[in-house]
């Protein structure tokens, strides 16, 4: 299996500018996790999927970030507009039942 | 407030066992007991986790208290590729994992 897969890798983008990242779980998982990791906050959780509903957003930062999940083989965190305090390796999850979440390679995320 | 307490650093020579402890005294019956690490600039990778019986994989091992207040991670063979951040986190089925900062293992030749 090719695992969960981020794209992009690598962004820089300009501040004030709208950043879509996308993400493809591993096929036949249920949950769907976004996670965001700064140096200062270590990892957070930022939101949370099963069979493509949405169980807890309180992680979500502002009404700046949202995310969706159209159907079971794909997603995507907006943010909107971007500020430098974005900066962060953004991180998503699948996993199958809960029982083992995995994580993907992360979208390396720079606001200048 | 964080379910979990890890020391922050821990050093291990290559070779020998690392034991990571993790306290979670106030972890409660449905909750289970995970162990992920991270790698640097890599995303966390799943290692082990169980509810109250000892866990053993390819891994690791997990030693579990039998009063389910604190657990152990055993890395038999500790490598230098073993080097990383080490999560200890409880959580109940069906909800998501919840990082704290977490063990620095360092292995050294």
Redesign the interface.
């Known amino acids: 299996d090719a695992g969960v897969i981020q794209s992009p890798r690598h962004e820089v983008t300009e501040m004030g500018q709208e950043v879509t990242l996308r993400c493809k779980p591993i096929s036949g998982h249920d949950y769907l996790f976004w996670y965001r990791q700064t140096m200062m906050r270590g990892l957070e959780l930022l939101i949370y999927f099963n069979n493509n509903v949405p169980i807890d957003d309180s992680g979500m930062p502002e009404d700046r970030f949202s995310a969706k999940m159209p159907n079971a083989s794909f997603s995507t965190l907006k943010i909107q507009p971007s500020e430098p305090r974005d900066s962060a390796v953004y991180f998503c999850a699948s996993s199958f039942h809960d029982v083992t979440i995995y994580f993907g390679e992360g979208s390396w995320l720079t606001v200048v | 407030d964080a379910k979990t307490t890890q020391p922050t650093s821990m050093d291990c020579a290559e070779g020998r066992a690392a034991n990571l402890p993790c306290n979670h005294s106030t972890i409660s019956g449905n909750e289970y007991v995970y162990w992920y690490r ?1 790698i640097h600039s ?5 290692i082990i ?1 169980g509810l109250k019986n000892n866990e053993t994989n390819e891994m690791a091992s997990l030693i579990i208290t039998e009063d389910r207040k604190s657990s152990t991670l055993i890395l038999p063979h500790a490598t230098l590729r073993d080097t990383a951040v080490y ?1 200890c986190i409880v959580k109940e ?9 977490g063990t620095t293992l360092s292995v050294s030749s």
Do not use: D, N, S, V
């Open positions: 991270q890599q995303g966390p990778q799943y986790h999560y089925a069906g909800t998501a994992l919840i990082f704290g900062k």
